[in-house]
Nanobody
């Protein structure tokens, strides 16, 4: 089992930045070899993949709407992933969920993911 704990959400004005963190914990074996990412869901909208990375950072993917503004990074020593969000827009307002799966599944970074965090709210005011 893997537990994911998110932090870093909040209320910001458009144009500002936030950094989300996701710390993974659980069984020791393979805890560092996790593909991880972030999904988001706004009220009335479908859940969408924002960004994801393989466990070693060798491959990353971003939603078109966040390319050039958001960056996913990792700290394997801490089993933590970060989502740096710059130039935030009101349309980025959503609940953001950290996701994870053990590496080498053969599936694309778009999914599926077996482990989900509780979510953290990001609200961007105009």
């Amino acid at each position: 089992q893997v537990q994911l704990e998110e932090s870093g959400g909040g209320l910001v004005q458009a144009g500002n930045s936030l950094r989300l963190s996701c710390a993974a914990s659980g069984r020791a074996s393979g805890i560092y070899e996790l593909d991880m990412g972030w999904f988001r869901q706004a009220p009335g909208n479908e859940r969408e993949l924002v960004a994801a990375t393989t466990w070693n950072g060798g491959s990353r993917t971003y939603a078109d709407s966040v390319k050039g503004r958001f960056t996913i990074s990792r700290d394997n020593a801490k089993s933590t992933r970060y989502l740096q969000m710059n130039s935030l827009k009101p349309e980025d307002t959503a609940a953001y969920f950290c996701v994870a799966r053990y590496a080498y599944t053969g599936y694309p970074l778009a999914g599926p993911y077996g482990y989900w965090g509780q979510g953290t709210q990001v609200t961007v005011s105009p």
